[in-house]
């Protein structure tokens, strides 16, 4: 339980920083504005033509008698909707962080020079960045469409379905999402996506007290695009600690025992 609260402090810090930081907060937003703005057209758009995608879809149900026709074809509308917003939902951070990426990079950047000590870079091409970071977000976005879908048919099992599995499925989208803020921060670290994974699984609990308040928050129409700026500064305060060398024993040598965030970067 101690872990769950520190994560959420780090989500909470992250926040508090932008607000100090008026700038940055300002300069964080301009990429899920954008990304809103296009997922936004895109449902607008698919809203006018949800209709006559499932007509075009359902041409043997032309020569049914009503009511069924209207109700076939509205319930398939209202599900191709539901299914635009679910996907909308679900990669609107990763797609936001592609977007973004110069733009958290330099936030992230930001949050090591105030917080002192190193400022990593990675010390590649910004295309280089882009492809990493469109390549991982698949890589994610597999994982995360393999548990909707084992969840989605646990879904039907009586009283469990209805309550264990969305708290699971909660934690899985809080998780992964945790996973993708720090890793604007990590891959200027030099951490691949395998390297971050089990960086990540040594502290479950800690991930799971940032990503599950965020993720739950960015259910809320338009708040994501606000939190955003925090969530990536959080973020970049939750990997420096993840990743701080062994503490002082004391006797003015460092503690030789393994850390727990120690992972190979090679």
Request: proline content about 6%.
């Amino acid at each position: 339980m101690r872990d769950l609260g520190a994560g959420f402090s780090y989500l909470i810090k992250g926040q508090r920083w932008v607000a100090r930081h008026g700038r940055w907060f300002g300069f964080g937003l301009i990429p899920g504005l954008i990304t809103l703005v296009v997922y936004a057209g895109a449902l607008i758009g698919l809203g006018y033509g949800a209709d006559d995608l499932v007509a075009w879809a359902t041409p043997f149900a032309d020569d049914w008698s009503s009511p069924w026709l209207g109700l076939l074809r509205t319930t398939l509308t209202v599900l191709v909707f539901a299914l635009g917003l679910f996907l909308a939902v679900i990669t609107f951070t990763a797609v936001t962080l592609l977007v973004g990426q110069p733009f958290y990079e330099s936030l992230s950047e930001e949050v090591d020079r105030t917080e002192g000590g190193e400022v990593p870079e990675s010390g590649l091409p910004l295309w280089r960045e882009l492809w990493i970071s469109a390549r991982d977000s698949i890589r994610i976005l597999v994982r995360v469409t393999l548990y909707a879908v084992l969840l989605f048919a646990l879904g039907f099992i009586p009283v469990v379905g209805q309550t264990v599995v969305p708290v699971i499925g909660f934690c899985v989208t809080g998780y992964f999402l945790a996973e993708e803020l720090t890793a604007v921060a990590l891959q200027r670290r030099g951490m691949v996506l395998a390297d971050r994974l089990v960086l990540l699984r040594g502290r479950r609990m800690l991930i799971l007290g940032f990503g599950v308040p965020l993720g739950l928050a960015f259910l809320v129409p338009f708040v994501a695009v606000f939190l955003m700026p925090g969530a990536v500064a959080g973020a970049t305060l939750l990997a420096r600690d993840l990743v701080a060398p062994p503490a002082d024993d004391g006797d003015g040598d460092e503690d030789q025992s393994p850390s727990p965030y120690s992972v190979n970067t090679d």
